[in-house]
């Protein structure tokens, strides 16, 4: 036998110096679900360890976070229901606490990456990511109201912002609006690929952000989030969302869509992210807890993976927990 794949691992030493895929807490980043009472921390069920938190428990997790080497966060506002409406008109309200604490934590940490959703969801009294007309989500419409969202997440300090709402268009109307305020500095991480997934389920009992069962509003997100069984359909949202501005591509959920991500990787030069959601994270949780797996090899081998297949910048509720396994 002349080849013996064998001898490149048979020490941690050569298997260190053939190791094709480097994954560290700089590649991560953490979501954070905010809500408007400064001091809370409430547990999410679907989603054990990670809690809804007012802005003095963020600020203490995200200078937790930094001690681990996590520099990157995601906001997504937990908005009490008497603030939805049919048009989320409280996005852009100056009240907005999620717009307060993005301010509180760029004055804080100045040197940390805040990204923004920006979507409907959260604030529609619908729980739609874009607005309801006559029965329909109507994308032009909704773009307007995404641009002013975010124009003021922008304002507020956030870095990135993260249209997570899948209308056609909206990167670039976003980019525009923007730049049309001077922002020209403020990214844009485009959810390029999101999938119609089953997979989002504890984040929106976080948010409590599901579709509403009503008479004349859809109950799913089918018409605008993508049907998985497609592939080849995100390599067009990528080269839209490519043309239209986009600094980054993402795709969501992650493990599921391991092909997607590649498929981008190798289409674009534009840096490729992968949501590692809720759902995906619940369950490897849920079989831990179950003694059926171990959290840590688990949640490591998932997170290499997502990176194997070609994601530079992984999104994840295991971010902070992994920043601190190999902080140690
Ligand atoms: C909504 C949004 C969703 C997620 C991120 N942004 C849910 C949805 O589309 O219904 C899901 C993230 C996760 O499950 O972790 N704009």
Same mark, same amino acid.
């Given at each position: 036998?002349?080849?013996?794949? =064998? ?15 480097? #994954?560290?807490?700089?590649? #991560? ?11 809370? =921390? ?8 990670? +809690?809804? %938190? ?9 200078? &937790?976070?930094?001690?681990?080497? %996590? ?13 939805? &409406? ?8 100056? @009240? ?14 100045? $040197?940390?990456? %805040? ?7 959260? +604030? ?75 997979? +989002? ?12 069962? #009503? ?15 497609? !592939? =080849? ?7 839209? &969302?490519?043309? @239209? ?12 869509? #391991?092909?997607?991500?590649?498929? %981008? ?28 797996? $171990? ?5 490591? @081998? !998932? ?7 070609? !994601? &530079?910048?992984?999104?994840? +509720? ?11």
């Amino acid at each position: 036998m002349l080849s013996r794949p =064998r001898r490149n691992r048979s020490s941690a030493a050569v298997r260190n110096l053939v190791r094709e895929t480097e #994954l560290t807490a700089g590649h #991560l980043v953490q979501p954070i679900f905010l809500m408007p009472d400064a001091g809370a =921390r409430l547990p999410i069920p679907s989603l054990p360890g990670t +809690y809804r %938190l007012g802005i003095d428990e963020v600020l203490r997790e995200i200078e &937790d976070c930094r001690k681990v080497g %996590l520099a990157s966060f995601m906001m997504f506002p937990a908005v009490p229901e008497e603030h939805k &409406d049919k048009t989320g008109t409280y996005a852009t309200s100056e @009240e907005n606490f999620y717009l307060h604490a993005a301010r509180a934590i760029k004055d804080r940490f100045p $040197d940390v990456c %805040l990204i923004s959703d920006a979507a409907l969801d959260p +604030y529609s009294s619908d729980g739609h990511d874009g607005v309801v007309i006559d029965g329909k989500i109507h994308n032009d419409e909704s773009l307007k109201l995404l641009d002013a969202m975010a124009v003021a997440q922008a304002r507020a300090g956030f870095d990135v912002i993260g249209p997570s709402d899948m209308m056609d268009g909206r990167v670039g109307s976003i980019r525009r609006a923007l730049d049309s305020e001077g922002l020209t500095d403020t990214g844009i991480m485009a959810y390029t690929a999101k999938y119609a997934s089953a997979f +989002y389920g504890p984040f929106r009992d976080a948010l409590d952000s599901a579709p509403r069962q #009503l008479a004349d509003v859809p109950s799913d997100k089918k018409t605008y989030q993508m049907d998985p069984a497609n !592939a =080849r359909e995100a390599l067009r949202e990528g080269a839209l &969302d490519a043309a @239209e501005g986009a600094d980054f591509l993402m795709v969501k959920p992650a493990l599921n869509y #391991l092909d997607i991500i590649w498929r %981008l990787h190798d289409a674009h030069s534009l840096p490729i992210a992968a949501y590692h959601v809720s759902g995906e994270c619940a369950m490897l949780l849920a079989a831990a807890d179950k003694g059926w797996l $171990d959290y840590e090899q688990a949640a490591t @081998e !998932a997170l290499l993976s997502i990176r194997r297949a070609g !994601a &530079d910048v992984i999104i994840s +509720y295991f971010a902070k927990d992994f920043a601190r396994w190999n902080a140690k």
